[in-house]
């Protein structure tokens, strides 16, 4: 195009073929940014990488079909809703949808990742709005299905992408053609950047992992993604990297997620809440919750999944049992565990509010168990039966390796905290929560504080 760059004209064709573009890379938001600078495109109000042709009306505050009656999620179109049975989707109909995750396919087939996998982000995207137009607007579930399954076929194709991006990447990298610094300062006209590849460095690194939970398990990714379409929830990104286990240990490192509690964690939990003289553990482990729990004079039911051989104080030996397909102990007692984190610790935190109801539980958790908003377990947890209390680690508990790990102890990356959920007289989990920021090393015995310092 006249005047215009090469990846200013990339970029202004991908938004006038589909409407809207993110422009996700460094190269793609500077040329975003010279051509809304011209009039010629225009950024969405609340989606920094998101960007339409000036000609469309994106959602904004003004009124009108921008206007705050407007869906919050940003589109190039607003939807039309047709009847209260179909699907409100936005103007890029489900055909143009479909076409698109079959370019990207196509693209993928062929050879060009990168092309697929820009693609296949966009179809991803749009899918996705269709999905929550479609629960927006009470549409058919099938309609809303159907949508689900075209975001679920356009991640595939995106992750099989990256996957591929990373390899050439890796092999560029092993042949000395990438660059790590600017242009100008390696002479070899035949390198790129990481940019350049259609990936941050960051999603580089996520994409050998992916790469590499494939090579260990072929097909875990498609199997993930069709896992979440067969329990009628959203195959996102998010949950596949959860699914496939691309931010931890790989499932047949982690068995049954058994990462001994510290007993930082316990000594700080022990000074600042009492419990009822039985206390139930329904993931003893190998005892690190149990122990220090007896040691100032509780009872502890022992139980867990995995058959350690625990046993207590008394030397009964602990029960093998699924929590999740477990009942209620007479008397409710207390639970004081650190449940195993993945994907059932929604089922696990949820089962125990909704058929042990103990008068008061405590749950070692990750932080990141405040946030949250698609899973109905999370939000039972959270918002219908909210904690009396969060007790935030300020220092981060040292590292939580799994059972049997004997290589290099690393520090810890994660940010936990004690939840505490209380009834009240009504017996009713009812908050509000109180967040509280505590630091262990006060609550350490005294030789062992001056040890960690």
């Given at each position: 195009m ?22 996700e ?7 975003a940014r ?26 904004s505050?003004?009124g ?15 939807p ?104 100008k300062s ?5 390198a ?34 069709q ?20 931010s ?11 990462y ?9 939990l ?14 003893c ?20 999944i ?6 207590d ?13 477990s ?15 993945g994907a059932?610790?929604?089922?696990f ?5 909704r ?7 405590a ?64 017996g ?26």
């Open positions: 006249n005047g215009l760059g090469s990846q200013q004209s990339r970029v202004l064709a991908l938004i006038e073929k589909h409407g809207s573009y993110r422009c890379t460094a190269p793609e938001q500077n040329a010279k051509l809304n600078g011209k009039g010629i495109i225009r950024r969405d109000m609340k989606d920094g990488f998101l960007w339409y042709a000036a000609a469309d009306r994106a959602p505050e003004e009108g079909e921008g206007g705050p009656d407007a869906p919050e999620t940003g589109v190039d179109r607003l039309q809703v047709v009847e209260a049975t179909e699907i409100a989707v936005p103007r890029h109909d489900a055909s143009d949808l479909l076409a698109t995750v079959e370019r990207a396919r196509k693209l993928l087939d062929d050879g060009d990742v990168i092309a697929a996998r820009m693609l296949a982000s966009v179809a991803y995207d749009q899918a996705k709005l269709v999905a929550q137009y479609g629960e927006r607007f009470k549409a058919a579930e099938k309609l809303v299905s159907k949508a689900r399954q075209m975001q679920a076929d356009a991640l595939l194709i995106e992750t099989r992408a990256k996957i591929g991006i990373a390899r050439q990447w890796d092999a560029a990298t092993e042949a000395g053609q990438t660059l790590k610094g600017r242009p390696v002479p070899n006209e035949n790129f950047t990481a940019a350049e590849a259609g990936l941050t460095r960051k999603e580089i690194h996520e994409a050998r992992k992916l790469a590499a939970a494939e090579e260990r398990a072929p097909g875990i990714v498609e199997r993930a993604i896992a979440r379409i067969e329990a009628g929830l959203e195959p996102s990104r998010a949950n596949l990297r959860a699914a496939v286990g691309t931890s240990a790989p499932k047949e490192d982690r068995g049954n997620n058994l001994e509690t510290p007993i930082e964690a316990m000594h700080t022990i000074a600042l809440e009492q419990f009822a003289s039985v206390v139930l553990d329904p993931s482990g190998r005892g690190a919750s149990s122990r220090p729990l007896e040691d100032v004079g509780y009872t502890v039911s022992l139980a867990d995995e058959d350690y051989g625990t046993a104080q008394f030397g009964e030996v602990q029960r093998v049992e699924d929590f999740l397909t009942v209620a102990l007479d008397g409710h007692p207390d639970i004081v565990t650190n449940p195993p984190y059932l610790l929604n089922r935190v949820a089962h125990a509010l058929v042990h109801r103990p008068r008061k539980m749950l070692l958790l990750n932080l990141n168990f405040l946030c949250g908003f698609d899973d109905d377990d999370r939000n039972f947890a959270m918002d219908e039966n909210p904690p009396s209390r969060v007790l935030v680690f300020k220092r981060r508990l040292p590292m939580m390796h799994r059972d049997g790990w004997d290589g290099p102890e690393a520090t810890s990356r994660m940010n936990t905290a004690w939840f505490i959920w209380e009834m009240n007289e009504a009713e989990y009812v908050g509000p929560t109180e967040i509280r920021r505590v630091d262990w090393m006060d609550y350490m015995p005294a030789e062992q504080a001056e040890a960690a310092e």
